[in-house]
Every structure is written in structure tokens, then in C-alpha cells.
């Protein structure tokens, strides 16, 4: 039987952020058919058991290994039986009800003034810190320009947001409705019948970047990439980790392999050495900062580059 909605959530030793993340879901969601399908890889912690005990509502599809979020996500998507998919991050939690606006949203969209005639391929929402403080969430393509302006820290500058940078992360860019390149999979809704046609996320990425990937795709057939206010989410995000070195050389490792998949050689070859120039600019910055585990980071991505 067909629902509105299917979110999936996607776990690895997060149990009491799942738990808070589900508490959340079944607390404010109200006046639209929904599915909560839990993809856990492997975890050791008890958040199998937790679901299970818990959530008995929930669809839980349990692995025996991690196998990244890519390919957990699309073991989601298999078994989902929504007009709408929401991947949502474990990391999460709801502070409204958030879904029905978010899928009423995509079906005013659709057509809409916002997507330029173009059927509705992606939406995200507005996702907030613990603090309520506005998280970058969007962007554009990383074509060359935008690494350069990214790598050189020209699209932090005020006005930085006409550039179409990388990274969004002008605060005032996210108090209206937006067409962009790509939303993040932090909280990202796309309708199954693009899914259909565009095909799932590439399993080739582990994780960092699938976003990125699966919205070039999901634009390059047509569609529209859409971010609004709407509704707000709480992303705790990387408040997990004082010093993300992962998400660094994942994001590096992700703009690399989309070259690879979608530029040429000559494109691939600038695209590694601004990589490199802009982790080198970064080591100096925070060397005389004193910042040594952000050093030892930005040297970790320089190589893998």
C-alpha cells in the first residue's frame, strides 16, 4: 500500500540519537501517511535491539557490516513504499511537524515560478543547530570557479552568494525559497518517480559528496534542486566530532570522483591542484593559529588529493 512518505534513516553506533531522532518523528508528525524505515550497518551499540524494543512501527533493515551510507540508503529506497523519500540523517531531530510541510512544499514547487517550469527533483529544508544557529545546507556545483572561490575563501566574502559558491554559507540566503545545484543528504526529500528515472545514489561513494553527485544527475535530467524555509530541523551535525577530519577527505574524495565521472582529464587535473593549493593555504592559516589538530587534518586531505 502506497504512502506519502517514506523517510529513511540510515544508522551506525548512533543509538541515542536514533532514539531521539524516532522520538521525534512519532511526536509531531501528524496529518500525513507515513513510513519510518531504520537501515542499520552493523552497529555494536544496542540500536538494533533499541528500534526494536521501541519502535516496533519502524522498518528496520539490519546489516551485518557497515556498508556505507550509499548503499544503506538505497537498500531504503528498495523496500520504501512513498511517493516521497526523506533520507534524514540519525543526527537529527524533529522541532515541528515538519513532514507535511515539507511534502506540501514540494507539490507547490512543482511547476512552480521557484523551479522554472521544471518538474520538482529535490527539496531540502532549513536545518538548524542545538543553538537554533542556520547550517550551511546548499550549494552549487563544484566547477572549477567554485573551487577556486571556495579553496581561496573569496565566496566568504559579503556578497559572496552571487558567485554561486560551493558552499552556501551566507546566513541571509536562507530566509526564502531557493533554486540551487544541491541540497545536502542531511535531510533531502525526492519524489520516487525521479528516483524511477534518475536511478538511486552512486554506491561508488561511500559516503561524503552522494548528495552532490545525485543531484548533477537529478538536475542534468531536468529537474529542478530546491531549498526552503518551510520547516526547520535540528542537525546536530558535525558537533559529534571536534575535528571532522573524515568529512574533509570525504569531501575532497568526492569532488575528485565527480571529475572523474563528469570532466576531463585537463578539468580533473586543475580541480586536484586548487584541491591542493586550498588544503596547503589552510595548514599555514591554522599553523599560525595555533590549530594544530586542523593542521594535521588539512595535511591528511592534501594527500589523498
Keep these: 500500500m502506497s504512502v506519502d512518505l517514506s523517510v529513511i534513516i540510515v544508522n551506525w553506533?548512533?543509538?541515542?540519537?536514533?532514539?531521539?531522532?524516532l522520538s521525534s518523528i512519532f511526536k509531531f508528525t501528524k496529518g500525513i501517511s507515513f513510513e519510518v524505515i531504520v537501515v542499520d550497518n552493523g552497529s555494536t551499540d544496542g540500536s538494533r535491539a533499541m528500534v526494536k524494543k521501541k519502535f516496533p512501527q519502524v522498518t528496520l533493515v539490519s546489516n551485518k557490516e557497515n556498508l556505507g551510507f550509499t548503499k544503506a540508503n538505497n537498500q531504503g529506497i528498495k523496500v520504501a513504499k512513498g511517493k516521497y523519500i526523506l533520507l534524514l540523517n540519525s543526527d537529527t531531530y524533529?522541532?515541528?511537524?515538519?513532514?507535511?510541510?515539507?511534502?506540501?512544499?514540494?507539490?507547490?514547487?512543482?511547476?512552480?515560478?521557484?523551479?522554472?517550469?521544471?518538474?520538482?527533483?529535490?527539496?531540502?529544508?532549513?536545518?538548524?543547530?542545538?543553538?537554533?544557529?542556520?547550517?550551511?545546507?546548499?550549494?552549487?556545483?563544484?566547477?572549477?570557479?567554485?573551487?577556486?572561490w571556495w579553496m581561496t575563501f573569496i565566496d566568504d566574502l559579503p556578497g559572496g552568494t552571487i558567485l554561486k559558491p560551493y558552499h552556501v554559507d551566507h546566513n541571509s540566503f536562507y530566509r526564502q525559497d531557493r533554486k540551487v545545484d544541491w541540497?545536502?543528504?542531511?535531510?533531502?526529500?525526492?519524489?520516487?518517480?525521479?528516483?524511477?528515472?534518475?536511478g538511486p545514489l552512486d554506491e561508488k561513494i561511500f559516503m561524503y559528496g552522494e548528495e552532490v553527485e545525485w543531484c548533477y544527475r537529478i538536475k542534468k535530467a531536468g529537474y529542478s534542486i530546491c531549498f526552503s524555509p518551510v520547516t526547520k530541523i535540528i542537525h546536530i551535525g558535525r558537533g559529534s566530532q571536534k575535528i571532522p577530519t573524515k568529512s574533509f577527505i570525504g569531501e575532497y574524495q568526492g569532488i575528485i570522483y565527480f571529475y572523474q565521472k563528469y570532466k576531463g582529464r585537463r578539468s580533473l587535473q586543475i580541480a586536484r591542484l586548487l584541491l591542493k593549493m586550498g588544503a596547503l593555504l589552510r595548514v599555514g592559516v591554522f599553523a599560525i593559529l595555533g590549530r594544530k589538530e586542523l593542521v594535521n587534518a588539512y595535511v591528511q586531505a592534501f594527500k589523498v588529493v
Design 94 to 148: 524533529l522541532i515541528e511537524n515538519s513532514f507535511p510541510k515539507l511534502v506540501a512544499k514540494a507539490r507547490r514547487l512543482k511547476g512552480s515560478t521557484l523551479s522554472r517550469v521544471e518538474p520538482l527533483g529535490a527539496l531540502g529544508p532549513l536545518l538548524l543547530g542545538e543553538d537554533q544557529s542556520i547550517q550551511q545546507s546548499v550549494g552549487f556545483f563544484p566547477y572549477l570557479p567554485q573551487i577556486f
Design 13 to 21: 553506533n548512533t543509538k541515542k540519537l536514533l532514539e531521539d531522532c
Design 183 to 198: 541540497v545536502t543528504g542531511a535531510a533531502i526529500l525526492v519524489p520516487k518517480s525521479v528516483i524511477n528515472r534518475v
